[in-house]
């Protein structure tokens, strides 16, 4: 199918403004509601709307980039039997092996819309958790190696149907749609979620968590881009500047309602630490004399001291200072008169 041309899509576009602004004004999506529309293919929704040239208005579900803050940063190592199943292990293969992998929560200003067709909107994010795993080199990317550059072709005015397979076909990465009230695992979760699951190279992600481990400097705070295969209206795409907040849609495929899943990778992973300011040690000598500088009181006592002093000790002390006092004078007098008789 051609691409529709700039002539085309003008007034058509301005038609579609109002719902524009609905949707900026109300949070509708595109996504709420898909009576009339008809998925072509996985990857490819057309919608009763139609253009001047009879092509139906399209959503295309493309390579999306969004960033994610990180917040609640965590590191897990696991250690698992490596158990055969039914398969023999070779002798001298490892029984136990370590696995580590980072998990956050992530926040993010565009809207993701997980929606079935007809039926529609299912729910709605702006936030989702995070899992990140090693994996050998060159996995990530999976057999294209596609970037949202390449979503560019099949998207706002130049939409048009996308491949049967896909544009992320391989990549090993997941977003995950789970709606944990219908669903028969335990989870931490009372009410539907999205979760990604994303993967390193082996050598960096080590890297990363050695430079974690170094510091003791609080996590100040984390980033992420994740790169996932989502719907978005091509009215949406062509209007939209990238710092705008998006409408995103993923699609429940099948019967199934409890789990949807799509294909996503973890492209830029930071984290930014608060400096710690170190005190300067104090120098010996300056506090040694403020040490003795210090007045003989009460108050620089030990409070342990301090409680078990009596009043009748203090009036004992003071006597007998009063007495050493006395005896002081009169030697001092005696010695005085001694030196002027001489």
């Not at 342990?304 to 009748?312: E, Y």
Request: proline share 7%; charged share 25%; net charge negative.
């Amino acid at each position: 199918m051609p691409a529709q041309t700039p002539a085309e899509m003008t007034l058509p576009h301005i038609l579609h403004l109002s719902s524009v602004r609905n949707y900026r004004g109300t949070r509708m999506s595109y996504f709420s509601d898909t009576k009339g529309c008809t998925l072509v293919n996985n990857f490819t929704l057309h919608y009763p709307d139609k253009l001047s040239s009879g092509r139906p208005f399209t959503s295309t579900c493309v390579p999306q980039g969004i960033w994610v803050d990180l917040h609640d940063i965590e590191i897990i190592h696991t250690i698992d039997w490596q158990h055969g199943g039914f398969e023999k292990q070779a002798p001298g293969n490892p029984e136990f092996k370590v696995q580590s992998r980072l998990i956050a929560k992530g926040t993010f200003k565009d809207t993701i819309t997980v929606f079935r067709v007809p039926e529609g909107r299912v729910a709605s994010f702006r936030e989702l958790d995070v899992q990140i795993k090693p994996i050998k080199k060159g996995a990530v990317g999976g057999e294209t190696k596609s970037t949202t550059l390449d979503g560019v072709g099949y998207s706002g005015m130049t939409s048009r149907t996308v491949p049967d397979e896909g544009l992320m076909a391989g990549d090993p990465g997941t977003l995950l749609y789970v709606d944990p009230t219908k669903d028969e695992w335990p989870s931490d979760h009372d009410k539907p979620y999205l979760q990604l699951e994303g993967y390193i190279d082996e050598a960096e992600f080590a890297s990363l968590l050695q430079r974690m481990a170094m510091t003791s400097a609080p996590i100040r705070s984390g980033v992420l881009r994740m790169v996932a295969e989502l719907f978005q209206h091509e009215v949406d795409a062509s209007l939209s500047e990238p710092y705008h907040p998006h409408d995103y849609g993923m699609l429940l495929r099948g019967d199934d309602k409890t789990y949807g899943i799509t294909r996503a990778r973890s492209e830029t992973v930071s984290v930014a630490y608060k400096p710690i300011m170190l005190q300067p040690e104090p120098d010996e000598y300056d506090a040694a004399v403020d040490e003795a500088a210090a007045p003989i009181s009460m108050d620089n006592l030990p409070p342990d001291i301090v409680s078990k002093i009596s009043k009748d000790m203090l009036v004992s002390i003071e006597k007998r200072l009063k007495t050493i006092s006395t005896v002081l004078c009169f030697g001092l007098g005696i010695i005085v008169a001694v030196l002027l008789l001489r």
